[in-house]
């Protein structure tokens, strides 16, 4: 083989820093080193970046996953809120007659400590009554059933009331039924 033509097949290149013959230190050549400085940078730099781009995704999924999480729970909550405001509902009629029986004196003896067992539930479940007498009357929270006049009123009132009003997590469950006043 010519030196032109150098052999193919496996090449070595000793870069051990001192001479296993002599064991003097060897010099660096500057060219290849600083070539070598530049390929490490470039590989660093691509590292760097890639490492930013991760970064970034995995904060991307973790802001989606929090605002998964929130949105979730706030469905839950309005889930729960709308099926017990579909009992208390579904008891409003339930607690008509234990309203009327105390109008009427005949809540008394172990019907009274029911009544008032399934109020005080209904009530711990955050069922709020609503429509009085002598109240500004507000068309979406009263339904009226028969109107008066009467001197001296700036706008109109509830003049009596026929059937109370109830809502639950400021959902109107049932209107109050009520006579209205004006001028």
Known sequence: MSAEHPEEGVRVNDRRRIDPETFEVREQATAPASSEEEVLEQDLSAADAKVAELTDDLRRVHAEYANYRKRVERDREVARDVTIGGVLTELLPIIDDVERAREHGELEGAFKTVGEALEATCAKLGLETFGAADEPFDPAIHEALTSETREG??????????????????????????????A
């Not at 009132?157 to 209205?180: E, I, K, N």
Request: proline share 7%.
């Open 153 to 182: 009123l700036a706008g109109p009132v509830v003049a009596s009331v026929y059937q109370r009003g109830y809502r639950h997590a400021g959902r109107v469950l049932r209107p109050a039924r009520v006579a209205v006043a004006d």
